[in-house]
C-alpha cells in the first residue's frame, strides 16, 4: 500500500510557541490529506481536511488560526500549531488518499506525531 | 446526527474467537472500514465493505448488512499481538470518514 510519513514523531515544546508538523506522501501524489487529533482513550477527530492548492477546509469547533494548514505540493502537508498550550498536547495524525485506488477510499495514515507541550 | 457504536472493551482468550460489533447511523453510505490501532501508533487497515456480505482476509472476516447498519469483524486464532484497538468507520455521502471510538481488545493467554 502507499506510504505517508510523519515529522517529528514526537515533540515536547514550551507553552507560547509554534510547533510544525510535516505530512509526506513518499510513493504518490496526494490532493487530499486529512489531519487528526486524538486525545488518550479516545478515537479519531478529523480536524480539517487539506487540499493542495486551496485553503483547508476545517471542522466545526477547529480554530483556523491556531492550527495553521498550508498544502503547498501534492507530496506534503503542513500542520502549525500556534502558540501551542497544554491542552494542545495530543497525539496527531495525518492521512491521505491514494488516487490511484481509484474508488477503493482507503485512507493510508502516517505514524502519528506525539505533541506534548509544558 | 451521525453515530458509529461499537463496544468500549471486549477480553478474549489466546487462540479464540472474537467479534467486534459496529452499528451505524451516517448521511449516505460510502463504505465501511476497520482499522487495527496499537496504543501510540497510527491506525492500520484491515478490510474495507461497500457490498452486504462477508469479506475474508486471513484470521480477520469482515461483514456488513446495510439495510441493518450493521458489521461486524470477526478475528480468529487470536494471538497475543492482536491485543489492539480496533476502529470502525463509515465513510458518508460527502467522502469524510466517521469513526467510532474504538473497541479495546484485551487478549489473555
Known amino acids: 500500500g502507499a506510504v505517508v510519513s510523519q515529522h517529528p514523531s514526537w515533540v515536547i515544546c514550551k507553552s507560547g510557541t509554534s510547533v510544525k508538523i510535516e505530512c509526506r506522501s513518499l510513493?504518490?501524489?496526494?490532493?487530499?490529506m486529512f489531519w487528526y487529533r486524538q486525545f488518550p482513550k479516545q478515537s479519531l477527530m478529523l480536524m480539517a481536511t487539506?487540499?493542495?492548492?486551496?485553503?483547508?477546509?476545517?471542522e466545526q469547533g477547529v480554530e483556523k488560526d491556531k492550527f495553521l494548514i498550508n498544502h503547498a505540493s501534492l507530496t506534503l502537508s503542513t500542520l502549525t500549531v500556534t502558540s501551542a498550550h497544554p491542552e494542545d498536547s495530543s497525539f496527531y495524525i495525518c492521512s491521505a488518499r491514494d488516487p490511484r485506488e481509484g474508488d477503493y477510499n482507503e485512507q493510508f495514515f502516517g505514524p502519528g506525531t506525539r505533541l506534548t507541550v509544558l | 446526527g451521525q453515530n458509529i457504536d461499537q463496544p468500549t472493551e471486549m477480553t478474549a482468550t489466546e487462540g479464540a474467537i472474537v467479534q467486534i460489533n459496529c452499528t451505524y447511523q451516517t448521511s449516505g453510505f460510502n463504505g465501511l472500514f476497520w482499522y487495527q490501532q496499537h496504543a501510540g501508533e497510527a491506525p492500520t487497515f484491515l478490510s474495507y465493505n461497500v457490498l452486504d456480505g462477508l469479506e475474508e482476509k486471513g484470521r480477520f472476516s469482515s461483514f456488513l448488512s446495510r439495510s441493518k447498519g450493521y458489521s461486524y469483524l470477526l478475528l480468529k486464532e487470536l494471538q497475543m499481538k492482536d491485543s489492539a484497538s480496533y476502529l470502525c468507520?463509515?465513510?458518508?455521502?460527502?467522502?469524510?470518514?466517521?469513526w467510532g471510538a474504538g473497541t479495546k481488545l484485551i487478549i489473555k493467554p
Open positions: 468507520a463509515v465513510m458518508d455521502s460527502n467522502y469524510q470518514l466517521i
Open positions: 487539506s487540499n493542495e492548492g486551496s485553503k483547508a477546509t476545517y
Open positions: 510513493d504518490f501524489q496526494a490532493t487530499t
